[in-house]
């Protein structure tokens, strides 16, 4: 079990709005740690998506975009396109474990 | 370019032990907490360790606690990752990641391409 929790799995088709889902605790979300957000592309390593809840980095496409409020964050894709098919993972810091954590990650597909 | 590259993975009996290696180019390395994650193939991530800029801040998950090292040589710019007792769990693919500053707290805002190491008899 994650620490922190995601769908397994979300689809969408097309030019459609998606959003993908992580629940955290006292312990990291609630403490006051940031989630941060990240692209895995089938065969390759993860890619920093959002940081610091809503922050996207230079070339990520203002298509995504990321927001949390108390123990809950988002994950939002508008304009959904075949290549946002991937594995997407929440992160945080957890304060009782002393380290990072990951959602178990979500599989967009694209219908 | 900020370019990391692991080496060192490969098929290793249980309860071997196997040292990982992450070369890390195009930062100031020594201003930058350094992280290994791994991923079963076809599953999900997982933080193993993290290491502080100076060495004098160390972390591990429960699940490699007592049995995995990470070091780092800040005049070569590597960090390393020594693993003893391994178990066929520990099988995964090995991630090196850049902390995006010297705290710990943050994202990765940087990945190496990984490397395999498999726990079989």
């Known amino acids: 079990q994650s620490v922190l929790t995601q769908p397994p799995s979300v689809s969408g088709a097309p030019g459609q709005r998606v959003t993908i889902s992580c629940t955290g605790s006292?312990?990291?979300?609630?403490?006051?740690?940031?989630v941060h957000w990240y692209q895995q592309l089938p065969g390759t390593a993860p890619k920093l998506l959002i940081y610091?809840?809503?922050n996207r980095p230079s070339g990520v496409p203002d298509r995504f975009s990321g927001s949390k409020s108390g123990t809950s964050a988002s994950l939002a894709i508008t304009g959904l396109q075949a290549e946002d098919e991937a594995d997407y993972y929440c992160?945080?810091?957890?304060?009782?474990?002393?380290?990072?954590?990951f959602g178990g990650g979500t599989k967009l597909t694209v219908l | 370019e900020v370019q990391l590259v692991e080496s060192g993975g490969t098929l290793v009996q249980p309860g071997r032990s196997l040292r990982l290696s992450c070369a890390a180019s195009?930062?100031?390395?020594?201003?930058?907490?350094m992280n290994w994650v791994r991923q079963v193939p076809g599953k999900g991530l997982e933080w193993v360790s993290a290491?502080?800029?100076?060495?004098?801040?160390?972390g591990y998950a429960d699940s490699v606690k007592g049995r995995f090292t990470i070091s780092r040589d800040n005049a070569k710019n590597s960090v390393y990752l020594q693993m003893t007792s391994l178990r066929a769990e520990d099988t995964a693919i090995y991630y090196c990641a850049k902390g995006h500053d010297s705290s710990g707290y943050g994202y990765f805002d940087y990945w190496g391409q990984g490397t395999l190491v498999t726990v079989s008899s």
């Open positions: 195009g930062f100031i390395f020594n201003d930058y907490v």
């Open positions: 290491i502080s800029w100076n060495s004098g801040r160390i």
């Open positions: 992160q945080s810091y957890d304060f009782s474990l002393s380290g990072s954590v």
């Open positions: 006292s312990s990291n979300f609630g403490t006051g740690y940031d």
């Open positions: 610091g809840n809503s």
